[in-house]
Each structure stands twice: as structure tokens, then as C-alpha cells.
């Protein structure tokens, strides 16, 4: 398939009504791009396009603190889940945002000279594993600990979406290999990442959330964090009990790391394909192949529901991630 999407053929955005609209006007004011690809690569299910939206922006976009600070730990996010495509996006908006330098670290996959920076990507980076020694103390202030784990956790799941669902390439032809296609790409965008975003906009576009997690209590963040996770959950009905079982037992006990080659609780993909896809969905979603997918989606399976397994998948793994934060710790720090 030529574009950017692997298995699916997402709606096109301009033919969206009602809260996809919506969601597409706010990236465009909002983000800077009017139909980023890891959102429209959602746009197959619609339930997961406005809480994926909300959580990137109440976090990433309007979350407290600095957006470079952020940016960094979305990068060091997507540089523990080795997604390529979000590597460079984060490296391109550091550069819009006037980072040229630390843009360039991240898309080089360096440590910062700045150790402060240095040390927000590392945290990002220690996201990845359940309970990690070295998220605490974090390098942030406490007011700020909602937009940076919201951040993390965000990226947590679309890492795994895109890695699944859409090709590596951010710019066409691969152009963001190029330090001066980074750089012109960031400009483009500069204005609206260097602008100022209210919170709070995007929770208009969900259906009655909740208040959240303890960490972003009081926060925009928190609401859009339970309608994410209320969301993609739902793809949990497209296994049977035992396939369901089996990826619920494997991604509670994971350790954060990277599967080996041979992973003996990988099932066979004639066998039980659901759950081998959502296992690597969760876990490795850069090893989903052709036939991976191709031994699943059968009819009555559609994009629809190919695009909610993956997403049920990759939250699972944001659901380990998150319930081992160490949030007392977290809480008492300055």
C-alpha cells in the first residue's frame, strides 16, 4: 500500500462530521498540523481519535512547564519503544520550538550536553520500564508531574500505534534523515509550537470522563487519560477468554525489556492469531508482519476492529507501565 499507513485505509479527514471534525480544527490551531498521521491512522475507529487527541494535547501541548522538557520526554519515550517516526516528530518540534541543538541529539539518538536536558530524556527513556529505579526523583517540579507522565504514557500508546499501523517515514521520501529537511520542517510549524495553549479545550470532544489517576488529579490531563483508557480497552472483546487471559498474564508480568527473537510466549500465528497480535501490539509492535495481520483479519474482522485490537494491545502495555509509576514518591517531591 502506497502513504503512510500499513493495513488500513483510514477515512480522509476531509470528510469528516461532528467530533472528528473537531478534532481535526483543533490540530490544525492547536498542533500545526492539520491531519497528522498518528492520529488519522485512529480515524478507522472514531471512539479512540478524540481521547488519543485529548490526552496528546492536555499533556504535550497545553500541559504545564516547559514544552521543551516535555518534548524531551516524549522523545526519550520514543526512543525506549524504538519508534522511528515519533524519534524524528519529536526531533522536528524541538527544532521548532528554537532546540536546534537538542533536535539534533534526539535525532541522532545522543545524550544532551545539558544535563538537565540529558536527564528529562533518560526519565523518558526509564518510562518504558514497569516500576524503574530511575523515574525518581524526577527532574521536574511537582506542579508539573501530570503534563510529563501524561506525556510519557501518550507516547507509550502512540508509539505502539505507529509502529504497528504506519510506515517510518514522517516527511516523504524519508526526507527527515536530512538535518536541513528537520530544520525546515520545524519552522513550519514553529509558530503554534511556541505559542501558548489554554487547557482544558479539548475535553469538550469526550463523553462524560472521569477525573483520572491520582498523579493528574485536578488537571485536564486526568479526564483525558480515562477516556483513553476507557476507549481502548473496548478492543479487549475481540478476544476469546483464553486469548485474552494469556495477553493480560504476559504484559503483567513484563519487565520493560525488548522480547528476544525467540519468544516462547509469542503464540502461533495460525494458532491463535489475536493474541499473538496484540501481544506484539503491546510489547514489540515493530515485529508485526503481512502475515501477522493477514492470519487475523478475516472476515467479519474490518479496519475498524483491526485498528481497536492494536490500540487494546498497546494500552495494555501503557496500563503496566502506569500502574507501577511510583506515585507516593512522585507525590512528596518539591
Known amino acids: 500500500m502506497s502513504g503512510p499507513y500499513r493495513y488500513t485505509e483510514p477515512p480522509s479527514p476531509r470528510s469528516a462530521t461532528g467530533t472528528a471534525a473537531a478534532v481535526w480544527a483543533q490540530t490544525a490551531t492547536d498542533f500545526g498540523i492539520p491531519h497528522p498521521s498518528t492520529l488519522v491512522v485512529l480515524a478507522s475507529a472514531p471512539e479512540l481519535l478524540a481521547p488519543a487527541w485529548s490526552l496528546l494535547r492536555e499533556s504535550l501541548i497545553a500541559g504545564s512547564g516547559s514544552r521543551t522538557d516535555r518534548e524531551l520526554v516524549a522523545a526519550g519515550t520514543s526512543l525506549a519503544n524504538r519508534c522511528p517516526f515519533c524519534i524524528d516528530a519529536h526531533a522536528v518540534l524541538l527544532h521548532a520550538n528554537g532546540d536546534h541543538a537538542l533536535g539534533e541529539a ?15 530524556l533518560e526519565w523518558g527513556r526509564a518510562t518504558r520500564v514497569p516500576g524503574s529505579p530511575g523515574l525518581t526523583p524526577p527532574p521536574f517540579a511537582r506542579a508539573d508531574l501530570a503534563s510529563h507522565i501524561g506525556t510519557a504514557l501518550t507516547f507509550h500508546f502512540i508509539n505502539r500505534i505507529v509502529s504497528a499501523l504506519c510506515t517510518e517515514n514522517l516527511l516523504p521520501a524519508g526526507a527527515q534523515r536530512l538535518r536541513a529537511a528537520r530544520s525546515l520542517a520545524g519552522r513550519s510549524v514553529s509558530r503554534v509550537v511556541r505559542a501558548a495553549h489554554a487547557p482544558g479545550t479539548s475535553l469538550a470532544l469526550l463523553d462524560s470522563p472521569g477525573p483520572g489517576p491520582a498523579w493528574a488529579a485536578g488537571t485536564s490531563v486526568g479526564p483525558a487519560y480515562d477516556a ?19 495477553v493480560q498474564e504476559t504484559v503483567a508480568q513484563w519487565d520493560g525489556s525488548h522480547p528476544a527473537p525467540a519468544w516462547p510466549q ?18 514489540a509492535p515493530y515485529r508485526i508482519t503481512d502475515e501477522d495481520v493477514a492470519a487475523w483479519r478475516v472476515p467479519p474482522f474490518t479496519d475498524h476492529c483491526l485498528v481497536h485490537l492494536i490500540a487494546y494491545g498497546a494500552f495494555a502495555a501503557v496500563d503496566r507501565i502506569e500502574s507501577a509509576l511510583p506515585v507516593p514518591e512522585f507525590l512528596e517531591a518539591s
Open 228 to 246: 483513553l483508557r476507557t476507549a481502548a480497552t473496548t478492543g479487549a472483546g475481540l478476544l476469546d477468554d483464553a486469548d485474552l487471559g494469556l
Open 106 to 120: 534526539v535525532a541522532r539518538a545522543e545524550s544532551p550536553r545539558d544535563e538537565r536536558a540529558a536527564r528529562l
Open 266 to 283: 509469542l503464540p502461533d500465528r495460525a494458532e491463535r492469531p489475536g493474541a499473538r497480535l496484540a501481544l506484539l501490539a503491546a510489547l
